[in-house]
């Protein structure tokens, strides 16, 4: 996972911030080198976002921090209402985007002349609960502009009087829910960046190239600091979650077995068919079969294997 490592002092500062409700079939507008980083946070929904020819899906609870010198564009349209919380910033220092948490030169110091220390923020990430409340009621202090429907732009918010040190302290605060420490295990952060990212986007085509790019190490790095975290392999791991889904999909909607497989980003029917049954022992129609028989009891793979096929 790519991390943004900011050399302080000087402190990145706030520049404005909104929010943004988009109704399915919208899609988010590229830009390039805006010259700010761009914080997303989505609250429910999900955005579809390519950054620096990386793609991302968005989902509630999730932020990504767009690059302030790259391209960023949609890769399709939102689905379904996606609600999320932007905000502008830059940071005048040195900053460094890398896989690994950077460390500062240090220099000499006296009382005159403070020490430079790090920010390092994962510039994709996914905060629980607690922090999730606490971001929105930073955020919500924060929202210096709301939407014109008339203009297709943002109008200040005229009645918001805050000093911008009061703005910068609430900022300041926001990125504390979001940077990242060391950890005693190297490979604890990055093992569990990859689960999540795994997590957010196994509907999409996933191989150990593209989380090589994401990530920025080599294949070999990756399977054996995922292995030695999760006591599995990178494609077994990223089968169970999608085969989780299937089985949601499968219970819950009328899709045909193949437009489950690729819902859940299977390459083929074939292929979910194949690894659904080396899992569970039957094949995803018999499991659908059978949980309509169960109608939510404890799923029994031994009611199938004394009945024959359907």
């Known amino acids: 996972m790519s ?14 911030a909104g929010d943004t409700l988009y ?10 080198n805006i010259g700010a980083f761009d914080l997303i946070f989505v609250e429910y929904g999900e955005l579809y976002l390519t950054d620096d020819s990386v793609p991302y899906t968005i ?15 949609a890769q399709k349209p939102v689905d379904r209402s996606t609600l999320f919380h932007w905000l502008h910033f830059k940071h005048s220092g040195q900053y460094v985007v890398s896989a690994h948490l950077e460390h500062p030169v240090r220099k000499k110091y006296s009382l005159y002349n403070k020490a430079p220390e790090m920010i390092s923020i994962p510039m994709f ?11 929105l009621r930073l955020h919500r202090s924060l929202v210096s502009v709301i939407p014109d429907p008339d203009r297709h732009t943002y109008v200040p918010i005229e009645n918001r009087h805050r000093s911008s040190i009061a703005s910068q302290r609430l900022f300041l605060h926001l990125l504390e829910l979001l940077k990242t420490e060391e950890k005693s295990g190297a490979g604890d952060w990055l093992a569990d960046s ?13 191989t150990l190239e593209l989380l090589s790019q994401v990530f920025n190490f080599s294949s070999a790095h990756i399977l054996r600091v995922f292995k030695k975290e999760y006591g599995m392999s990178v494609i077994e791991s990223l089968n169970q979650i999608r085969l989780s889904n299937a089985k949601e999909l499968l219970q819950g909607s009328s899709l045909s077995i193949g437009e489950v497989a690729a819902e859940v980003g299977f390459s083929s029917s074939a292929y ?4 659904f049954k080396k899992q569970n022992g039957i094949s995803p129609r018999e499991y659908r079969f059978a949980e309509k028989i169960n109608k939510g009891k404890p799923f029994r793979t031994d009611h199938y294997n004394q009945g024959g096929s359907i």
Do not use: W
């Open 3 to 16: 991390i943004l490592n900011m050399t302080i002092p000087p402190f990145p500062y706030y520049i404005t």
């Open 23 to 32: 109704s399915p079939g919208t899609v988010h507008r590229g830009r390039i």
């Open 59 to 73: 989902s509630g609870g999730n932020y990504l921090i767009l690059s302030a010198d790259g391209r960023h564009f």
């Open 125 to 135: 990430g996914h905060l629980d609960d607690e922090r999730q409340q606490e971001y």
């Open 194 to 206: 990859i689960m999540a990212y795994l997590e957010q986007c196994y509907n999409q085509p996933i």
């Open 272 to 275: 979910f068919d194949r690894v």
